[in-house]
């Protein structure tokens, strides 16, 4: 996804040279190939023809019209660099290769000049059968009801309510670790085994009871079809709260990707996760949650337009747990859309809206059977730190600094129970610099 939006950002960034006498805000718009037609050797006319047909996602059409320019001007630098990256998007990589190293990178506008070194990379990374990366990252959180307290400041026990501390608001630091691999295995039926691993630490200043580690991890394969992709796995995953081991899973699953045409691509997957709950000091009867949990999603992906992609998951659950009063039906609809702005920076709007129906009541806190219905709304804003040091030094940036993002966010959470000890909301704010690595 974001390999296909920079591929727009750089269609933006590549104007037509000045020899061709008018500036990109001056086009009309839009070329019609019967234009193409008339001019068929009227560069700036292509290269507007061949932006539209990225815009609208057809790279092959797309590099028939770039190569048509550069047979008759072969020097204009741009053009190749754009005509490269359209080929390195269409898997042909031998040929994008040759182009990337014929271009000129002093002839090339200062934004474009690093383009070719890092295209070569990828090119370079694609080739190996087995690929390895890691994200490194640290963050601030600062949450408004870090306890989860209820609304209400009441609790309720035995159908009787007694007060209790209100929400407290503390601020956490976190850091994270994400390793992960892809082997080709070589059949003739294209197919990966795939891998990932993450570490993940919190550290409260003030609620220490909210100091967590966390490990989680995935290992599978993907099998490529002409008609989409199959891939089976497990998940594992295992979390330490308050420094005491509370949570520990298992989990198989299988998902299911079907691209329909350029713009939608259907998904669906079903899990089994066996979670394992173990009390700690804070929650005697955790145990008591003990149990499988299944769920079974469908949704897709779908681009609106060549710089906005839209994610949508309906997703149904069953836990069942060692007593009744913790199993619970439940559905959730998340929703995400990323839009790309300028260049690498990138805005994601995310909502999730889901309810949980408990079978039976928890008679010590009430004789009312367990209902919640919750909703989370985020909005996440993210930027290469290249470009913040950029704006504010006026320094070119720095290699170190390449795939550096600064992610601001926001989170707002809320959750309704006809229970007042879960009723409960939380404002989240973050801020995380994530840095990834390839090889």
Known sequence: MLLALSLVALALLVPPPAAWGQTAEQEPSPVTFKDVLANPADPQLNYRFARQQVEAGDLTGAAVTLERILITYPNLQDIRLFYAVVLYRLDNYLEAEAEFRRINIEQLPDALKGEVEKYLALIE?????????????????????????????????????????????DFGFFARGTFGFSHDLGLQLESDVVGELTLFAREQVEVESQDLKLVFGNLGTVHHFTWGDLEPGVGFGWLELSGQ???????PRLAVKRRLNKDLLLRGETSLTYESFHGIRESQTASDRTGPRYEFGAGFDYTLTPVNLLRVMGIV???????????????????????LLFGDHFLQTGLMLGYRSYDDPDTFLSSRTRRDEFALARLAYGLPLSSVVRRVTGAPSDKLLEDVLVVPSIELYRQNSNITNFDYDNVRLMLSLTKRFDF
């Open 317 to 339: 659950t069953r836990k069942d747990a060692r007593e009744d009063f913790e199993e619970y039906d439940g559905m959730r609809l998340e929703a995400t859309l990323t839009t």
């Open 245 to 251: 081991t509370f949570y520990h899973a298992f989990a």
């Open 125 to 169: 990374r694609r080739r190996r059968q087995t690929r390895f990366y890691a994200i490194a990252g640290v963050g601030i959180q600062f949450d408004t009801n870090a306890t989860a307290a209820p609304s209400s400041e009441r609790v309720s026990v035995l159908n009787v309510l007694f007060p209790v501390s209100g929400a407290e608001d």
